[in-house]
């Protein structure tokens, strides 16, 4: 069998026409004109043999060799730019403080922060996993050196707008469980944070402005009381998809009301970052594209 060697600068075209749905876009990503990206195009498929793309509409979309390739690039490419990251960063020391949303907690610290440590041994990173307010007041208060948090539609003098996310109605897998006592009349049962909480305010809300008579089932302190709650179907709540347990799921109940998007934001404690928590800033900007 023929072997391919695979050239990275073609792969990372490649991934990033798919990610940003337009090879247009990608060539001014990427500083190339339009012909060079077909051209590269071009070059992979004659690598493969096969087509890795096909059109449909006005755009285009990866046919099913092109979708087999595409995790094996992305694989590919982040191992090639961990390489150079901890070649050109091999001396970067000192420390940083990241505070993490809870729904990003255990994502973020397997992750993000294990590349990252593997990357810069010398970087001591202290990590938070904490609920929007407590974040900010953490790096309000100059205990933190960056924050990933929800937009709570508060001003913020360093912030990153990393995009949004849709909020759900979520509840258990196994529907059973979900006990709505006495049929659609009676109020639905919520399991929420303890407020203030940006979700539990939409839920609410939502359901106010639907006339749906709602109570609050359940509250918890911390997400993993939430998650808990709306598995043994104490009643449904309401998050992103994201950091989503096996044993919940998005519910597709008729009668539930729409929910609003939420704005997600990287906070810097100040404008210039010292050498690590820029860093590590950068690659947490990077890991959030994936969302």
């Known amino acids: 069998m023929r072997r391919i060697t695979f050239d990275l ?58 979708e087999s390739l595409l995790g094996y690039a992305r694989r590919l490419l982040e191992l090639n730019d961990e ?33 990252f440590t593997r990357v ?16 900010m007041d953490q790096l309000g208060g100059g205990r933190l050196d960056l924050a990933l948090t929800w937009d709570n539609g ?21 529907a059973s469980r979900l006990a709505l006592e006495g049929g659609t009349h009676q109020p639905l049962p919520l399991v929420m944070m303890d407020a203030p909480c940006i979700m539990r305010s939409a839920a609410t809300r939502a359901l106010d402005q639907a006339g749906i008579p709602w109570r609050i089932a359940f509250t918890s302190p911390g997400l993993s009381g939430v998650w808990a709650a709306a598995a043994a179907g104490l009643g449904v709540t309401v998050r992103t998809a994201i950091g989503l347990p096996p044993s919940l799921c998005v519910l597709d109940m008729p009668g539930l009301p729409p929910l609003p998007d939420v704005g997600l934001r990287l906070l810097r404690a100040e404008a210039e970052l010292n050498p690590p928590a820029q860093r590590l800033h950068d690659i947490v900007l990077q890991a959030l594209k994936s969302l």
């Not at 001396?91 to 994502?107: N, T």
């Not at 610290?109 to 294990?114: A, K, M, Q």
């Not at 810069?120 to 938070?128: D, F, Y």
């Open 120 to 135: 810069h041994p010398q970087v001591r990173i202290e990590a938070r996993v904490a609920r929007n307010s407590e974040l």
């Open 9 to 66: 600068d073609v792969l990372r075209t490649f991934v990033t026409g798919v990610d940003m749905g337009s090879f247009a876009k990608a060539s001014d990503r990427l500083g190339r004109s339009t012909s060079a990206v077909s051209a590269q195009l071009k070059k992979l498929e004659d690598q493969l043999g096969m087509p890795v793309l096909r059109k449909e509409g006005r755009g285009m979309v990866t046919t099913p060799a092109g």
């Open 83 to 115: 390489a150079a990251n901890a070649v050109r960063g091999a001396e970067l020391a000192g420390s940083v403080r990241l505070g993490i949303q809870q729904d990003f907690g255990e994502q973020m610290l397997t992750e993000v922060l294990g590349r």
């Open 154 to 174: 508060m001003p913020a003098a360093h912030a990153v707008d990393v995009g949004r996310q849709a909020m759900r109605w979520i509840g258990p897998v196994d």
